[in-house]
């Protein structure tokens, strides 16, 4: 398992989280709840890692909705900080984007 995935599953798990506005604005125009999203990271599948990223490490993650639709969730801790975990955004998942599984990225 990613460390960065391992960090933000923990912050949640503590209720050390937060949603970003971008991230409200996204869940909303695809129908999925904070709630959802949130509660999804504990059985999460890292799609990508980037511990390395400049503001800090993020992951994207494959998550399920409540009727067990799958969402891509992009999870951040902000850099130089211990928490909180960061529901940067959230989305559907577009097959014409991604394999049937939702874990690979086509190539054109």
Same mark, same amino acid.
Request: hydrophobic share 45%; charged share 35%.
């Given at each position: 398992m990613s460390e960065t995935l391992r /960090? $933000?599953?923990?912050?949640?798990?503590?209720?050390?989280? /937060? $949603?970003?506005?971008h991230g409200f604005d996204e869940l909303r125009k695809d129908g999925i709840?904070?709630?959802?999203?949130?509660?999804g990271v504990v059985t999460a599948k890292l799609i990508e890692d980037y511990p390395d990223r400049a503001?800090?490490?993020s992951v994207l993650t494959l998550q399920r909705d409540a009727n067990g639709r799958p969402i891509h969730v992009v999870w951040a801790i902000p850099a130089g900080e211990a928490g909180p975990?960061?529901?940067v955004t959230a989305y559907r998942p577009d097959?014409?984007?991604?394999?049937?599984?939702?874990?690979?990225?086509?190539?054109?």
């Open positions: /960090r $933000v599953q923990t912050l949640v798990l503590r209720e050390n989280v /937060r $949603v970003s506005d709840l904070p709630s959802e999203a949130i509660a503001r800090g490490p975990a960061v529901l097959l014409a984007l991604w394999d049937e599984e939702f874990e690979r990225r086509k190539t054109t």
